[in-house]
């Protein structure tokens, strides 16, 4: 699949709604939109409320215009899960801040003691931090910006403003050549086609390869004494202050970004 044209594969445009911002917190999906498409031909359009059993945060139903009212008689996720899985099964999965909606998907697979998803993601937020110069780098500012449909915080209508931005980014990839799955992921960790791949430590390699977890000793700019992590290891990208690790964080429950040259012990878990 990662050679192929990324034109040619089926992609499922993904949004959620959530009571809330941390998974560590408890917060829970309460509105779900998928958008699955090949080429200009839409295969699925789905979308659902979700009863997410406990209460909205202010703030969320400030932006996302949901009540408890809406929400009590929806189905629960697990009544809901068969029919995600089976829309996005082999396809590839597009999000704007991907690793927000991910986290939350696998919170909740969690729950249902389901495996997490085996999809390749794309992250169209990543992607324009690469692409553009621009003063926010949000759904909406950026669908103003390039005169897309408007989304709405509602989980249908900012998966159809994705749809468009994702369109738009993979013209300005064609430009560079990127054109194939594999290309687009190695342009979302700061890689270019010929780029090599960036360094690490065999210790990191070795859990990347066997999809291991890694216990760390990280030093960071918020938390300046150093703080032990458990973390899984998803992909090494190569940014402006050097390589950095993106990783599932089980002490903050979400995906993460983590300097190499920040971690002072690395051991992998057994």
């Known amino acids: 699949m990662l050679k192929q044209p990324i034109g040619g594969l089926a992609i499922t445009f993904l949004d959620l709604e959530t009571t809330g911002l941390s998974t560590a917190a408890g917060h829970r999906i309460c509105e779900i939109a998928l958008l699955r498409v090949r080429g200009s031909v839409v295969e699925y359009a789905y979308e659902t409320l979700v009863n997410p059993q406990r209460p909205l945060d202010k703030q969320a139903a400030a932006i ?36 927000f909606d991910i986290s939350f998907l696998a919170a909740e697979l969690r729950t249902l003691q389901l495996a997490p998803l085996r999809n390749y993601v794309i992250d169209t937020l990543s992607i324009a931090r690469r692409l553009l110069r621009v003063p926010s780098y949000s759904l909406p500012y950026l669908a103003d910006y390039l005169q897309l449909a408007p989304p709405s915080h509602r989980a249908m209508q900012d998966v159809r403003s994705l749809r468009g931005l994702f369109a738009f980014l993979l013209a300005q990839l064609d430009a560079l050549n990127i054109t194939t799955l594999g290309a687009v992921l190695r342009f979302e960790r700061g890689l270019l086609p010929g780029d090599p791949e960036p360094s690490a430590p065999p210790i990191i390699l070795r859990a990347l390869h066997e999809h291991r977890r890694l216990r760390i000793v990280y030093r960071s700019r918020s938390t300046p004494n150093p703080v032990a992590r458990t973390i899984l290891p998803l992909a090494l990208t190569q940014e402006r202050r050097g390589v950095h690790l993106r990783a599932y964080c089980y002490l903050r429950q979400d995906m993460r970004s983590f300097v190499i040259d920040k971690m002072e012990q690395i051991e992998l878990e057994n």
Do not use: K, R, Y
Request: net charge negative; glycine share 2%; proline share 6%.
């Open 64 to 99: 996302n215009g949901l009540s408890a009212e809406m929400l009590i008689d929806a189905p629960s996720f697990a009544a809901v899960a068969a029919s995600m899985l089976q829309i996005t099964s082999d396809s590839v999965l597009v999000a704007h801040n991907a690793p």
